[in-house]
């Protein structure tokens, strides 16, 4: 198997300019294995072997439109997903980690800024034992999604195969609060880019759930057209949000109104990758399973209009996000066998630099901390039984 399943970008000036290097003494280094051992000893009698998956880390060029492998860590079970976070519960300045969620249930937590590194940071969450004398912590199966929340920096939010989402007090290393309101697995989270106590969530049980994290029975409830496979907040109006499906269907929603404003018949198969652009208002960019990419102008909140599609030669396409600095490069990820990583500055084609080149570049909307406080926005919230 040879698949790309999940990416994401590191923000331009983030990385340490000179990497640490790990360097053990020898009892360190056989402390390591021998933990490490007894882990893969542990999570392979309870699921199939898919040990030593190896996560790279890759540099953009965008002057030269190239990339190359920085390093890469080579991590104990297969990745689902990653979310960039810079929260260090040990140092007050903020660091570059990668949170990965994978076949286990529990949350890898890796530094970027070390070279040669052979275990995380920290974790989140560990599964019983007996022989330890240990309890549970956090998730009982995979981890399908991370949503880590920028304007208060120590939550994560984590969904899974278990059909819950948890939030995590990194701090602390526990989770805060449970979200057990669905009937199949959670796999798609986005907090709102405004209000930092509003967790969008999408399941398989074909529905998109805002919550008011502020009470964890607080929430509204929309249907979706199928399983929910992505979920995305118009970060430049959170009026609305968007969600894409299983069987290929692209909706916007006005959490204002309650109501679907549209939806439109966006793939012939699940819809992997929903992304929109950074400082573009509407250019937004969808992937399927299909092997199809394809650029939408979604300005208007009434109205999808497709712009250009086309066939890629990455297999089924597993992941797809536009980069944070520059507003029309994608990086994604398909399962072929040989070609199955792209990073692609879209405007290289006429019909999307026509439409888009001459929209004004803005910044999306600011966060606003002291919405957190108001009372009328739990008034806004309404509670479903």
Avoid at 216 to 236: C, I, M, P, Q, Y
Avoid at 298 to 311: D, G, H, I, M
Wanted: with cysteine; aromatic share 8%.
């Amino acid at each position: 198997m040879n698949v790309i399943p999940c990416c994401t970008w590191v923000k331009r000036g983030v990385s340490a300019a000179v990497p640490d290097k790990v360097q053990l003494t020898a009892e360190e280094l056989a402390g390591i294995i021998k933990k490490t051992e007894s882990d893969l000893a542990e999570f392979e009698a309870n699921s199939d072997d898919d040990s030593d998956k190896e996560e790279a880390g890759c540099i953009y060029n965008e002057r030269e439109g190239s990339f190359y492998c920085h390093h890469d860590i080579f991590l104990p079970s297969f990745p689902l997903c990653f979310e960039w976070l810079s929260f260090d519960p040990s140092d007050a300045k903020p660091g570059n980690f990668v949170a990965i969620g994978n076949m286990t249930s529990v949350i890898e937590v890796w530094d970027l800024d070390i070279v040669d590194c052979l275990e995380p940071i920290f974790k989140l969450g560990c599964k019983p034992s007996k022989k330890h004398n240990r309890k549970r912590v956090g998730h009982k199966d995979a981890v399908l999604d991370l949503a880590w929340n920028v304007q208060l920096p120590h939550i994560l939010a984590s969904g899974s195969v278990d059909k819950t989402v948890l939030l995590w007090d990194i701090e602390k290393g526990v989770p805060d609060t449970k979200l057990d309101q669905f009937t199949e697995k959670v796999g798609a989270l986005q907090w709102h880019p405004k209000k930092s106590y509003m967790l969008l969530a999408g399941s398989e049980d074909k529905t998109a759930k805002l919550f008011d994290c502020r009470t964890s029975d607080t929430f509204k409830t929309w249907e979706a057209t199928g399983e929910v496979e992505r979920v995305l907040w118009n970060h430049f109006d959170p009026n609305y949000f968007f969600l894409s499906t299983k069987n290929g269907i692209i909706e916007c929603i006005d959490i204002r109104q309650g109501q679907h404003l549209w939806e439109v018949k966006g793939h012939e198969k699940e819809i992997t990758g929903l992304s929109l652009s950074s400082s573009c208002p509407g250019f937004l960019v969808t992937s399927s399973e299909d092997g199809v990419i394809k650029v939408w102008d979604a300005l208007s909140p009434q109205l999808l209009e497709p712009v250009w599609e086309t066939e890629t030669n990455l297999g089924a396409i597993q992941c797809l996000h536009l980069s944070p600095n520059s507003p029309f490069t994608i990086a994604v990820g398909g399962d072929h066998k040989s070609h199955n990583f792209k990073v692609w500055d879209l405007t290289e084609n006429s019909q999307v630099n026509e439409r888009f080149r001459s929209r004004r570049l803005v910044e999306p909307i600011q966060n606003e901390e002291s919405d957190a406080g108001n009372p009328e926005d739990t008034e806004e919230m309404e509670t479903d039984e």
